[in-house]
């Protein structure tokens, strides 16, 4: 089984930056793609950014897009998201996931099959 824990979370002002970082522990998957997903109060999980398993391929939703870098060091198989410029609706609980299938790459929250316990970040204006 797969454990992801996230940190890095918390409360900024807008314009500020944050790290936010997932590591894995129970097994390696290091080979899996890797994303970060977010839900903010009354709206559904959407991607934020995912990561191919080599790290040559990223996706980026639209909103994020020059702000956010989604990066990955597999010799600790953790996956980081640094998020600059903040805005307000960038608040909510972000959740680092993982690929149900080893290479390839996804930004599809369906193909994705082991999940954090999410971090709040919360950009204040």
């Known amino acids: 089984q797969v454990q992801l824990v996230e940190s890095g979370g918390g409360l900024v002002q807008a314009g500020g930056s944050l790290r936010l970082s997932c590591a894995a522990s129970?097994?390696?998957?290091?080979?899996?793609?890797k994303g970060w997903f977010r839900q903010a109060p009354g709206k559904e999980r959407e991607i934020v950014a995912a990561?191919?398993?080599?790290?040559?391929?990223?996706y980026y939703v639209n909103s994020v897009k020059g702000r956010f870098t989604i990066s990955r060091d597999n010799a600790k198989d953790t996956v980081y998201l640094q998020m600059n410029s903040l805005k307000p609706e960038d608040t909510a609980v972000y959740y680092c996931?993982?690929?149900?299938?080893?290479?390839?790459?996804?930004?599809?929250?369906?193909?994705?099959?082991?999940w954090g316990q999410g971090t709040q970040v919360t950009a204040s204006s």
């Open positions: 990561i191919s398993w080599h790290g040559g391929t990223t």
């Open positions: 996931a993982v690929a149900r299938d080893a290479y390839g790459f996804t930004s599809s929250p369906h193909d994705y099959g082991y």
């Open positions: 129970g097994r390696t998957v290091s080979n899996y793609c």
